[in-house]
């Protein structure tokens, strides 16, 4: 019975690990949002995703934490003077049954020219490999009152909350 809760909350643990970031504040090197003053009304605000976030997702969280940061401050709008989003990509290779890596090699039969053939030989197993995509996306913005100036890189934050706000999907809580 031990066994089996134990079991259960180890499969729990790693099922809560396997989603996308949500939207929420970085703490400790943990993933999510983070911003820094650099004056009274410019800010560099980052959204750090894990790797099944996808890039428009760490975007759209760093958007919208741009607008929630400028009514936070009593501002009205947010212009971006510098943008840009990194991809930290790793590839990654697995080979064979998990099961049975923990128990060593275990031959199925013999070759006559290359020998024992084996179930987990790590010279004929098939490994197969796979690309691991992490985004992180870092702004530097500037916040102003009043409406909006007309040009690309400016945004009504309050226009921002509401059309994003539907998208985001904030932690869940215990």
Do not use: K
Not at 55 to 81: K, M, P, Q
Not at 139 to 164: H, K, Q, S, Y
């Amino acid at each position: 019975m031990f066994r089996t809760l134990i079991c259960l909350g180890a499969v729990a643990s790693l099922a809560a690990c396997a989603t996308a970031t949500p939207y929420q504040q970085a703490a400790g090197g943990a993933y999510g949002f983070d911003e820094m003053a650099i004056e009274n009304d410019r800010y560099r605000v980052s959204f750090s995703g894990n790797s099944l976030t996808d890039r428009a997702t760490v975007e759209n969280y760093l958007l919208f934490r741009a607008a929630e940061l400028t009514l936070e401050r009593g501002y009205d709008h947010f212009s971006i003077a510098q943008r840009e989003t990194d991809a930290e990509r790793r590839t990654v290779g697995t080979s064979g049954d998990p099961f049975h890596s923990a128990y060593g090699f275990r031959y199925r039969y013999f070759h006559p020219t290359f020998g024992w053939y084996g179930l987990r030989d790590p010279f004929w197993d098939d490994v197969n490999m796979r690309e691991i995509t992490r985004y992180e996306a870092q702004a530097e913005i500037l916040m102003g009152r009043g409406p909006a100036p007309d040009t690309p890189e400016a945004f009504e934050a309050r226009e921002v909350v509401e059309n994003l706000g539907p998208r985001i999907v904030r932690p869940e809580t215990r």
